[in-house]
Protein backbone atom coordinates (compact mmCIF):
# COMPACT_ATOMS: atom_id res chain seq x y z
CA UNK A 1 0.00 0.00 0.00
CA UNK A 2 1.22 3.27 -1.10
CA UNK A 3 1.00 6.63 1.81
CA UNK A 4 1.39 9.75 0.84
CA UNK A 5 2.05 12.80 2.60
CA UNK A 6 0.64 15.68 0.91
CA UNK A 7 0.22 19.01 3.13
CA UNK A 8 0.43 22.57 1.86
CA UNK A 9 1.01 25.85 4.05
CA UNK A 10 -1.31 28.98 2.61
CA UNK A 11 -1.26 32.50 3.55
CA UNK A 12 -4.97 33.56 3.13
CA UNK A 13 -5.92 37.40 3.10
CA UNK A 14 -9.86 38.29 3.34
CA UNK A 15 -11.68 41.71 3.72
CA UNK A 16 -11.14 42.91 7.23
CA UNK A 17 -15.18 42.92 8.10
CA UNK A 18 -15.57 39.21 6.81
CA UNK A 19 -12.58 38.27 8.40
CA UNK A 20 -15.07 35.84 11.10
CA UNK A 21 -16.91 34.37 7.94
CA UNK A 22 -14.27 33.62 5.75
CA UNK A 23 -12.53 31.83 8.75
CA UNK A 24 -15.63 29.44 9.34
CA UNK A 25 -16.01 28.87 5.92
CA UNK A 26 -12.06 27.56 5.42
CA UNK A 27 -12.33 25.34 8.58
CA UNK A 28 -15.64 23.81 7.28
CA UNK A 29 -13.55 22.32 4.35
CA UNK A 30 -12.40 19.04 5.11
CA UNK A 31 -8.72 19.11 5.40
CA UNK A 32 -8.41 22.66 6.16
CA UNK A 33 -7.24 24.05 9.61
CA UNK A 34 -7.23 27.77 10.28
CA UNK A 35 -4.24 28.14 12.47
CA UNK A 36 -3.74 31.81 13.22
CA UNK A 37 -5.20 35.16 11.89
CA UNK A 38 -5.29 38.85 12.34
CA UNK A 39 -7.59 41.78 13.02
CA UNK A 40 -6.16 43.13 8.75
CA UNK A 41 -7.32 40.06 7.48
CA UNK A 42 -4.54 37.48 7.28
CA UNK A 43 -5.34 33.43 7.74
CA UNK A 44 -2.52 31.01 8.13
CA UNK A 45 -3.74 27.96 6.60
CA UNK A 46 -2.74 24.54 7.03
CA UNK A 47 -4.27 22.42 3.98
CA UNK A 48 -4.40 18.62 4.41
CA UNK A 49 -6.98 16.73 2.76
CA UNK A 50 -7.80 13.14 4.24
CA UNK A 51 -10.46 11.92 2.01
CA UNK A 52 -8.42 11.68 -1.64
CA UNK A 53 -8.49 14.73 -2.87
CA UNK A 54 -6.00 16.37 -4.49
CA UNK A 55 -4.54 19.23 -1.81
CA UNK A 56 -3.66 21.75 -4.76
CA UNK A 57 -7.23 21.26 -6.20
CA UNK A 58 -8.59 22.34 -2.37
CA UNK A 59 -5.71 24.79 -2.30
CA UNK A 60 -7.06 26.47 -5.63
CA UNK A 61 -10.63 26.51 -4.32
CA UNK A 62 -9.81 29.18 -0.99
CA UNK A 63 -9.39 31.82 -3.34
CA UNK A 64 -12.69 31.38 -5.04
CA UNK A 65 -14.56 31.74 -1.51
CA UNK A 66 -16.54 34.91 -1.18
CA UNK A 67 -14.72 37.82 0.92
CA UNK A 68 -11.01 36.07 -0.02
CA UNK A 69 -9.18 39.00 -1.81
CA UNK A 70 -5.94 36.62 -2.33
CA UNK A 71 -3.99 33.32 -1.94
CA UNK A 72 -0.34 32.37 -1.43
CA UNK A 73 1.12 29.07 -1.42
CA UNK A 74 4.20 29.34 1.06
CA UNK A 75 4.62 25.77 1.73
CA UNK A 76 4.33 22.33 0.17
CA UNK A 77 5.39 18.98 1.73
CA UNK A 78 4.89 15.78 -0.42
CA UNK A 79 6.05 12.59 0.41
CA UNK A 80 5.09 9.58 -1.41
CA UNK A 81 6.70 6.21 -0.58
CA UNK A 82 5.79 4.52 -3.84
CA UNK A 83 7.86 7.55 -5.66
CA UNK A 84 10.72 7.09 -2.83
CA UNK A 85 11.26 3.16 -4.00
CA UNK A 86 11.23 4.00 -7.63
CA UNK A 87 14.20 6.02 -7.02
CA UNK A 88 16.05 4.25 -4.56
CA UNK A 89 15.70 0.89 -7.09
Known amino acids: MTAAIDICGVLVQA ?8 GDRLAAIPGVEVHAQDPQGRLVVIVEPADGRCTIDTVSGLGELEGVVATSLVYQYLEDDEIEQESAS
Open 15 to 22: RPERLAEV
